[in-house]
């Protein structure tokens, strides 16, 4: 035992050592072991707990601060030390009650601590001004109640009362004064009459508020309340109400597991652990209500999201909790579902029903990491299938169809090993076969999701080639439309190769036709409109049908009116097809030097469609963007599918690619769609929504591209695309949009620093790109307008003398902007200033300004000289001492009106060492005898 307690305080001499030295990780990594080694509840323990508190406090994690100090407070009440840090951390976090409890208690303890008194009266203010405003919030509160929740006020006056407690609740103080007022009650019982959606509305996303980021609140409401309660509100068929309740029950569960509303947060373990059952709680009610029999389509879609969007966190282990309580069972149901085949105990779903379902089910099985959660995975379905065979019945054979069919769009390999089990293609061939439409429709699906890889296709070309013609022939057009998807499908294997047609010469122009006339008749209904667009996505790939879609007009205007519905269902057939138009799909470089092996090995070797050129592509995309293809991108994109939001990104991309229709997509909302889909989804569409928000922001002025909010919340998709990764493209257009943010506000370059632009900016003034170089060089001149940036470069490092190097450079738009970013820095930094003079090449340097043909450069030249001598002898008397004050006096002669400047700021240099003393005039009036000056210089030399 004191082996290790006094190895546990060398860990703590070291961590203070570390503390000390401004190391705070270090310092943290040797208290937490020196905690770990300490004798329970010992005062040492206290001792250490109190040190990590301190450091937690030096770097801002203020919640800590509070645990360690709860904890060493707990073995040794009282103490001063850790009741004034967790006094400080409690300050910051804005509980200020709290902070001036620990205050008092402080003074109590020890009177004669001096440090308390001004922090005691600062905290006593506060806390007086915050009770006067709460007893003002108060009496608010209380009018919004009487108002809002009497059902025969003023229709405008309740509305405006809810909104003005929506508003309430978003505050700390107005929240709590609710909750003790009891609005919760208030709420559970209006909705059961309220007829008004919009006050209805309003009063869950009051819940929602109230829950937000308060473990405590929201552990009262669900107290009230409880998940039910709200499961019970999202029955809904109006949007707007399932919309709210969705977001109300991410919010309780955000507040739960820690996720911060932020993209890209992840759960706390320690909460997730510490409220374990309650998040398990609502995963269990969430599963359960995915088969509820009474609930409406619009809410079962709404659960589904909420597990599909939860699923992969590796903290709630919701995907393997999931299984565990055969929520797998429970999805298949939904997927096997058909809206046209009713039956007693069927499940109201939507047209998006099945298309989310096979996404969760993909996103599930994604998060299947090792063999054998897989194989539970596979057990299930399994089970499912078998169960449903067990009865011989049409009914039984038409959903295992259609729950096959979900597998195959979803999870593809667990779809792909049901149907290569013995018997269910055969069957599903058979069904085919049938005279039953609905039998023969399902098939059709089935098969034509089977044909999804290559090996697939040739299977289906050899069995059932020609029971889709014959379906095809079918009078019945949900059955024709699946049956020409299928031969698309199957005759589009070869891709984007000009050299593979499975089919005869011409056939895929005549399936384009076909699908184009389903498409373009205002008689179809949206399901056969949505096949023929699946159909056309998979004949697409054909350039001749690229160029003969694009010329239709009427046919491009139906697909970009399908879109517009936000039909889920629709999504893959219409934007697989436009990104095929747009050729935006993911192109495998060929390297020259793999090709002549290919051709010397007689391998096959893809050919480009010459119709498939950048002229007749960039065509294509402008006619797509000028029907209004963005509308209908900015309607399908609400997708949880992150597969889906990639092929978004990608045609959002590629029109953003021509600088001409960068301004349509801004104008149809495409910046708002576009910022969400860069910071969560695939490696790819994220990176793709990042280029498309940089080519935005290079040529449109960022406060009319990304108003409001949306100026900070672009830095980040922007600062990921400075990355190894990245090509020189996506890193140049990332700098140049850079740029224009970091020269909007203050606000905005502070984003930018603190998304860690800074560093990987600077990464770039040393490539030897020159591109790549004159973006970075230009983005720096905008942020050293920042203070932050400004003391970068006035410490121990050479980032300044690197900007005069820079100077020398040969293209012209990076010397500008280095001589501006040096113009900057020194007119508000001697140290700066000073800096430049221990460049090795300083004289060389500025010379290379004064002297340059371009008169911008001369003229920040002279500005920058000015700032550096003015004020210091030293630096004047170093510079004067070379040939700088011929130069300047030159500068000064000039007789070139655009010079203007140059000569003016030439002069105030030379007056500047005038009035330091480093240089005089001449006396005009002495008369110089050259005789006399020769025989002192001869004497001199004498000497």
């Known amino acids: 035992m004191s082996i290790h307690c006094e190895e546990a305080e060398t860990y703590k001499n070291k961590g203070n050592e570390a503390f000390k030295a401004d190391n705070y990780e270090e310092a943290i990594s040797l208290y937490t072991k020196a905690i770990n080694l300490a004798v329970k509840d010992s005062r040492e323990l206290a001792t250490y707990l109190k040190n990590r508190a301190a450091t937690y406090l030096k770097t801002q994690q203020y919640e800590k601060v509070i645990n360690d100090c709860d904890e060493s407070l707990r073995i040794v009440p009282e103490d001063p030390k850790a009741l004034f840090r967790r006094s400080q951390?409690?300050?910051?976090?804005?509980?200020?009650?709290?902070?001036?409890?620990?205050?008092?208690?402080?003074?109590?303890?020890?009177?004669?601590?001096?440090?308390?008194?001004?922090?005691?009266?600062?905290?006593?203010?506060?806390?007086?001004?915050?009770?006067?405003?709460?007893?003002?919030?108060?009496?608010?509160?209380?009018?919004?109640?009487?108002?809002?929740?009497?059902?025969?006020?003023d229709k405008e006056k309740r509305e405006k009362a809810m909104g003005n407690l929506l508003v309430l609740a978003k505050e700390n103080a107005g929240a709590d004064i609710m909750l003790q007022n009891g609005v919760v009650h208030k709420i559970q019982q209006l909705l059961k009459v309220e007829k008004n959606a919009e006050i209805y509305i309003n009063a869950i996303r009051v819940i929602s508020q109230l829950c937000k980021r308060s473990v405590e609140r929201t552990k009262s409401i669900m107290q009230i309340v409880g998940i039910p309660w709200v499961l019970e509100i999202i029955d809904s068929s109006n949007q707007e109400v399932v919309n709210a309740a969705q977001y109300c029950?991410?919010?309780?569960?955000?507040?739960?597991?820690?996720?911060?509303?932020?993209?890209?947060?992840?759960?706390?373990?320690?909460?997730?652990?510490?409220?374990?059952?309650?998040?398990?709680?609502?995963?269990?009610?969430?599963?359960?209500?995915?088969?509820?029999?009474?609930?409406?389509?619009?809410?079962?879609?709404?659960?589904?999201?909420?597990?599909?969007?939860?699923?992969?966190?590796?903290?709630?282990?919701?995907?393997?909790?999931?299984?565990?309580?055969?929520?797998?069972?429970?999805?298949?149901?939904?997927?096997?579902?058909?809206?046209?085949?009713?039956?007693?105990?069927?499940?109201?779903?939507?047209?998006?029903?099945?298309?989310?379902?096979?996404?969760?089910?993909?996103?599930?099985?994604?998060?299947?990491?090792?063999?054998?959660?897989?194989?539970?995975?596979?057990?299930?379905?399994?089970?499912?299938?078998?169960?449903?065979?067990?009865?011989?019945?049409?009914?039984?054979?038409?959903?295992?169809?259609?729950?096959?069919?979900s597998l195959l769009r979803g999870p593809l390999d667990v779809g792909n090993y049901v149907i290569s089990k013995e018997g269910i293609l055969e069957m599903i061939l058979v069904m085919a076969q049938t005279e039953d439409q609905l039998q023969q429709k399902v098939a059709c699906e089935?098969?034509?999701?089977?044909?999804?890889?290559?090996?697939?296709?040739?299977?289906?070309?050899?069995?059932?080639?020609?029971?889709?013609?014959?379906?095809?022939?079918?009078?019945?057009?949900?059955?024709?439309?699946?049956?020409?998807?299928?031969?698309?499908?199957?005759?589009?294997?070869?891709?984007?190769?000009?050299?593979?047609?499975?089919?005869?010469?011409?056939?895929?122009?005549?399936?384009?036709?076909?699908?184009?006339?389903?498409?373009?008749?205002?008689?179809?209904?949206?399901?056969?409109?949505?096949?023929?667009?699946?159909?056309?996505?998979?004949?697409?790939?054909?350039?001749?049908?690229?160029?003969?879609?694009?010329?239709?007009?009427p046919a491009i205007q139906a697909l970009i009116e399908l879109a517009k519905t936000g039909d889920q269902s629709c999504l893959y057939g219409v934007v697989t097809t436009l990104v095929n138009l747009c050729n935006a799909y993911e192109k495998q470089e060929v390297m020259p030097e793999m090709l002549e092996l290919a051709k010397f090995a007689k391998h096959h070797i893809p050919e480009q469609h010459e119709l498939d050129d950048p002229d007749?592509?960039?065509?294509?995309?402008?006619?797509?963007?000028?029907?209004?293809?963005?509308?209908?991108?900015?309607?399908?994109?609400?997708?949880?599918?992150?597969?889906?939001?990639?092929?978004?990104?990608?045609?959002?991309?590629?029109?953003?690619?021509?600088?001409?229709?960068?301004?349509?997509?801004?104008?149809?909302?495409?910046?708002?769609?576009?910022?969400?889909?860069?910071?969560?989804?695939?490696?790819?569409?994220?990176?793709?929504?990042?280029?498309?928000?940089?080519?935005?922001?290079?040529?449109?002025?960022?406060?009319?591209?990304?108003?409001?909010?949306?100026?900070?919340?672009?830095?980040?998709?922007?600062?990921?695309?400075?990355?190894?990764?990245?090509?020189?493209?996506?890193?140049?257009?990332?700098?140049?949009?850079?740029?224009?943010?970091?020269?909007m506000n203050e606000t905005t370059r502070n984003r930018i620093l603190k998304e860690g632009g800074l560093s990987k900016i600077e990464h770039y003034l040393y490539e030897d790109h020159e591109l790549l170089l004159r973006a970075a060089t230009q983005c720096i001149c905008n942020l050293v307008q920042s203070e932050e940036v400004i003391k970068s470069y006035e410490g121990n490092n050479d980032k300044t003398k690197f900007l005069y190097l820079l100077c020398q450079e040969e293209d012209v738009d990076t010397v500008l902007a280095a001589a501006g970013a040096l113009c900057l820095l020194t007119s508000v930094s001697k140290v700066c200033c000073r800096k430049l003079l221990d460049c090795q090449p300083w004289l060389e340097t500025l010379r290379c300004l004064l002297a340059n043909p371009n008169t911008e450069i001369q003229y920040r030249g002279t500005y920058m000289l000015h700032n550096i001598i003015i004020g210091d002898k030293d630096i004047a008397a170093k510079i004067f001492e070379t040939d700088v004050m011929e130069i300047l006096m030159a500068l000064t002669k000039l007789e070139d009106k655009d010079k203007q400047r140059i000569k003016d700021y030439a002069q105030k240099c030379l007056n500047a060492a005038e009035q330091l003393g480093v240089i005089r005039k001449p006396d005009e009036d002495a008369i110089v005898d050259p005789f006399e000056e020769t025989k002192e210089n001869e004497e001199l030399e004498d000497d």
């Open 89 to 153: 951390a409690l300050e910051k976090l804005e509980r200020y009650e709290e902070a001036y409890r620990d205050a008092k208690t402080i003074f109590t303890v020890d009177p004669m601590n001096k440090a308390i008194q001004p922090v005691l009266s600062r905290l006593y203010a506060i806390v007086q001004e915050r009770a006067k405003q709460n007893a003002q919030t108060g009496n608010k509160v209380e009018q919004m109640f009487k108002l809002a929740f009497t059902l025969n006020e």
């Open 249 to 405: 029950l991410q919010i309780i569960l955000n507040t739960f597991s820690g996720i911060d509303t932020k993209k890209e947060t992840k759960p706390d373990p320690k909460l997730c652990e510490q409220y374990k059952n309650e998040i398990d709680t609502l995963l269990t009610c969430l599963t359960y209500s995915i088969t509820n029999r009474v609930i409406s389509g619009q809410a079962r879609d709404a659960i589904m999201e909420l597990v599909m969007r939860n699923c992969h966190y590796n903290a709630l282990n919701w995907a393997e909790r999931f299984i565990e309580i055969k929520g797998l069972q429970r999805l298949l149901e939904v997927c096997s579902e058909l809206e046209e085949y009713k039956y007693e105990s069927a499940l109201t779903i939507t047209p998006s029903s099945s298309t989310i379902a096979s996404a969760c089910l993909a996103r599930i099985y994604e998060n299947m990491y090792y063999d054998e959660a897989r194989q539970r995975f596979n057990d299930q379905v399994d089970d499912f299938v078998k169960d449903k065979l067990m009865s011989p019945d049409l009914e039984s054979k038409v959903r295992v169809t259609v729950a096959i069919t």
């Open 446 to 553: 089935c098969i034509v999701a089977a044909a999804s890889k290559k090996d697939k296709a040739r299977t289906i070309i050899n069995k059932g080639v020609d029971i889709l013609k014959k379906l095809y022939q079918c009078k019945n057009d949900a059955v024709r439309v699946r049956a020409l998807v299928g031969l698309c499908k199957v005759g589009s294997f070869g891709g984007d190769d000009a050299s593979i047609r499975p089919f005869a010469e011409g056939s895929t122009k005549k399936l384009a036709e076909a699908c184009k006339k389903f498409l373009v008749n205002p008689a179809k209904d949206n399901d056969v409109r949505k096949w023929a667009a699946e159909g056309l996505s998979y004949l697409t790939l054909d350039a001749d049908v690229k160029e003969k879609l694009v010329e239709d007009r």
């Open 616 to 743: 007749f592509v960039n065509k294509r995309i402008t006619v797509l963007a000028k029907a209004g293809v963005t509308s209908g991108l900015v309607a399908l994109s609400q997708t949880e599918s992150h597969n889906s939001r990639e092929l978004i990104a990608r045609v959002f991309n590629a029109i953003c690619g021509l600088q001409e229709l960068r301004g349509i997509v801004v104008q149809q909302g495409g910046t708002k769609v576009l910022i969400p889909m860069s910071l969560e989804g695939t490696p790819n569409g994220k990176k793709q929504a990042a280029q498309a928000l940089a080519r935005i922001g290079i040529t449109i002025n960022p406060e009319v591209a990304f108003p409001g909010q949306r100026n900070l919340e672009v830095v980040r998709p922007l600062v990921s695309l400075l990355h190894p990764d990245c090509t020189a493209l996506e890193n140049f257009e990332a700098l140049m949009a850079l740029c224009n943010l970091a020269g």
